[in-house]
């Protein structure tokens, strides 16, 4: 069966292949794959006999529906849902894809089209008409309102300024971040270490200012019993630790 190309200008392969589906009234869902791959051949055939450039696109896409035609004839591949898997099925949905944008396309021109038809006078109001303001009636706007009911207004919304403040969160103040010279609170636990032989753990934590220093004193503590510089003793569940220094003097 003969095919006559009429070689008109495609805006790219997905515009060719549409133009073959609609001229051969196919089922975009079920493209015989074969037919289509044979024509949109011999469309590129006659591009490179009538001397017209073929530009990648066109030579990518003809490689993708002779993929596409090989894997027709093979046994179909089942995914993991155990359904079969159609090689057509990435091709037809990019042929979706572009027919909505080319109809999309087509919408928007044929509203330019029609915007390009539409005139519209300028403003040629006189400066009276320009310049007028309505008058305002404020008693009409007022009403029956009077100043005892504009006060009960003006208060219920007080009030419910005040119901919105939150009575415990409102009283918090600003959380501000303690600075520690770590350094600093080393060398003084490790003096302090040095100076006694032997010391409880808790009069030691006496010394500290907040809760900062209490954790980064317990943390030096633990390091120095790691190095062995210091052992550390407990008579009994929550009793004392009482703590031996090995550099004492």
């Known amino acids: 069966m003969s095919l006559e190309v009429?070689?008109?200008v495609f805006e790219g392969p997905l515009d060719l292949l549409m133009h073959l589906i609609d001229k051969n009234q196919i089922d975009i869902y079920d493209i015989p794959i074969v037919t289509i791959t044979?024509?949109?051949m011999e469309y590129i055939n006659a591009m490179q006999k009538e001397d017209m450039e073929?530009?990648?696109?066109?030579l990518v896409m003809a490689a993708t529906l002779m993929n596409i035609k090989c894997k027709m004839l093979l046994p179909k591949e089942v995914n993991e849902e155990g359904e079969e898997e159609d090689p057509r099925a990435e091709l037809v949905e990019k042929l979706l894809e572009y027919k909505?944008?080319?109809y999309m396309a087509y919408?928007?021109?044929d509203r330019q089209m029609d915007a390009g038809l539409q005139w519209f006078r300028q403003k040629n109001l006189p400066k009276e008409v320009r310049d007028y303001e309505m008058p305002i009636d404020f008693s009409n706007l007022i009403g029956d309102t009077t100043l005892v009911k504009l006060n009960e207004i003006f208060q219920d919304l007080l009030k419910r300024q005040e119901d919105k403040v939150d009575p415990i969160r409102?009283?918090?103040g600003n959380i501000e971040k303690e600075e520690i010279d770590?350094?600093?609170k080393t060398l003084f636990i490790k003096a302090y270490i040095r100076e006694h032989k032997t010391f409880s753990f808790k009069s030691l934590l006496e010394k500290q200012s907040s809760k900062t220093e209490i954790i980064v004193t317990?943390?030096?503590i633990l390091e120095e019993m790691k190095l062995g510089e210091i052992e550390i003793e407990q008579d009994g569940t929550f009793g004392d630790i009482m703590i031996t220094s090995r550099k004492a003097s």
């Open 107 to 109: 919408e928007l021109r």
């Open 54 to 58: 073929v530009t990648s696109e066109f």
């Open 218 to 220: 317990f943390l030096v």
């Open 38 to 40: 044979e024509q949109y």
């Open 170 to 172: 409102s009283k918090f």
């Open 182 to 184: 770590m350094d600093a």
């Open 6 to 8: 009429k070689l008109q």
């Open 100 to 102: 909505m944008y080319k």
